[in-house]
């Protein structure tokens, strides 16, 4: 059965490449509903045991956040995890496992779901893998293999369109709008990026990756200075100059305004994709000069990073600013199904996504300008 | 009238045609406790999936589609066979799952071939559509 997925995505003769990890998406309750539930419980019920190290998306619950949920949401969120486990996964539930839960090296072939995880890999560790849907990134990781297509192919890497910015980029925000503006324009095609100022850290990248993800189709971006041999790579011919306008006109499609918090109730999301441990130490530290904040701030990470961060005492300062920590869960979380309220965030990909599929109005803000206009002293 | 098609998952299945001329989204455009179309605005909203021999160009969406299909085929309310107009692993994915059989065959050819709702014989096994005589 789970070969059989991998043949229909191919036509012609089947070719296979040997993994060593996978990562799955389609974990949440929200998403994925009884049908995913009774399959995932069906399969745990069947013996199969993953080849391969295999982690998880997020889900929609905070398990130490229980009561913030609906209780068969929880309880059905509970059984996805156990039948996972029981197959063999381990319980990351997180969008970053490539920062503690399943570690990568350059050349490595992976099959990989979770397309912000997908751009990462690719792109920042120089890895392998394709943006694989959630069964086929299942199927891969039963089988110890997936499809040698796309990626694994001897040409599957090279970049077909190159893109040039020579504006400003700000802040986080800034590299999401840029990966967005890239995703939109490049369609299946692996980009080559050029910065003229070239100034971020590796954690705005993860934005400008998972804003590319979001937009585009193709799993990989080549980022000049950055990405794994980028000096040995062929330039695209076709180049396309982008420029601050088509940034602030994706900001304004993915913004409306902000209410005022005593108007409608107003939450400040960040963490999409999951924090890293300097993110939430960058987040701590800017957070120093305020005393309170006007509006909710929550933070969205990984179990790992939680209990890192924890011991490291970087949470209890968040805490004490009001600021909320969840993990196992992302921004498409549980108590926001129903919830009438405005987001502001840091992360196009989240814009993008609480606004198709929850309907919810958003406003974009870098995290300073959050903390300028929110922070009181 | 016999149509060659290529096979994507074994099986046999008999029932009436619906033809969708515009991509499906199995994850919030179909309901999944009635197998019903619910997308807005979509040409077949209303029209109902169970039994029935569905070709679709392809579907559009959340991967999470597959497990839609998967469900509707444990309740018995999925399309009985399933013609696809490119390869697509939501679909397929979800139909393996559910062991529904599925070809891949040139959607102007089954447009001019067979007409909307008569019933026709999905040969998965060999590779061919027909009419029943």
């Not at chain 1, 005492?313 to 926001?336: A, N, Y």
């Not at chain 2, 392809?58 to 085929?73: D, M």
């Not at chain 2, 139909?95 to 026709?120: H, Q, Y």
């Amino acid at each position: 059965m789970f070969k059989k997925i991998l043949e229909s995505t191919q036509t012609g003769r089947k070719k296979y490449v040997k993994i060593s990890s996978a990562h799955l998406s389609g974990i949440s309750y929200l998403n994925i509903g009884d049908a995913g539930l009774e399959f995932l419980e069906d399969l745990g019920r069947s013996g199969l045991r993953f080849r391969v190290r295999t982690t998880i998306n997020p889900g929609c619950v905070d398990f130490d956040r229980v009561f913030e949920c609906d209780p068969e949401v929880v309880e059905k969120q509970e059984r996805i995890v156990r039948s996972l486990k029981n197959i063999g996964a381990k319980e990351s539930l997180t969008c970053t496992p490539y920062l503690f839960d399943n570690p990568l090296r350059k050349n490595q072939k992976i099959a990989w779901a979770e397309s912000s995880a997908v751009l990462y890999a690719n792109s920042i560790i120089g890895a392998s893998t394709n943006k694989e849907g959630s069964l086929t990134a299942l199927a891969s990781a039963i089988l110890g293999y997936t499809t040698r297509t796309g990626i694994h192919l001897r040409n599957g890497r090279k970049p077909r369109i190159f893109f040039e910015y020579d504006g400003e980029l700000k802040n986080e925000l800034d590299y999401g709008l840029l990966g967005y503006v890239m995703g939109l324009k490049a369609g299946a095609e692996i980009p080559y990026l050029r910065l003229k100022k070239n100034s971020g850290n590796i954690f705005y990248y993860k934005q400008l990756l998972a804003g590319f993800g979001t937009s585009g189709a193709a799993p990989m971006v080549w980022i000049e200075n950055l990405t794994p041999g980028f000096l040995r790579v062929k330039k695209p011919l076709r180049k396309i100059v982008l420029d601050r306008s088509e940034l602030e006109k994706e900001r304004r499609n993915l913004s409306e305004e902000a209410p005022s918090s005593r108007d409608e109730k107003l939450v400040f999301i960040t963490g999409c994709p999951h924090m890293s441990l300097e993110e939430i130490k960058g987040f701590q530290e800017a957070l120093e000069s305020v005393n309170r904040l006007s509006v909710e701030a929550w933070v969205f990470t990984s179990r790992s990073t939680y209990s890192e961060a924890f011991r490291k005492s970087l949470l209890t300062e968040l805490f004490e600013k009001g600021v909320r920590v969840f993990k196992d869960s992302c921004v498409m979380h549980c108590s926001l199904k129903k919830g009438r309220v405005h987001v502001l965030t840091n992360s196009v990909k989240a814009a993008y996504y609480l606004r198709g599929a929850l309907k919810l109005k958003t406003t974009l803000k870098s995290l300073n300008e959050f903390i300028e206009e929110y922070g009181g002293k | 009238m016999v149509l060659k098609v290529k096979i994507v998952n074994r099986g046999f299945a008999k029932g009436a045609l619906l033809i969708s001329r515009q991509p499906i989204s199995f994850f919030g455009g179909v309901d999944p406790s009635t197998g019903v179309i619910v997308e807005k605005n979509h040409p077949l909203e209303g029209a109902s999936l169970c039994r029935r021999i569905l070709a679709v160009p392809y579907s559009k969406g959340s991967t999470v589609g597959s497990y839609v299909i998967y469900g509707l085929a444990k309740r018995k309310i999925a399309p009985s066979g399933v013609i696809l107009g490119r390869e697509d692993s939501i679909v397929s994915a979800g139909a393996i799952l559910g062991g529904i059989p599925v070809v891949l065959a040139d959607m102007r050819k089954i447009l001019s071939s067979f007409k909307n709702g008569e019933t026709i014989i999905l040969d998965a096994r060999k590779g061919r559509i027909l009419r029943p005589v």
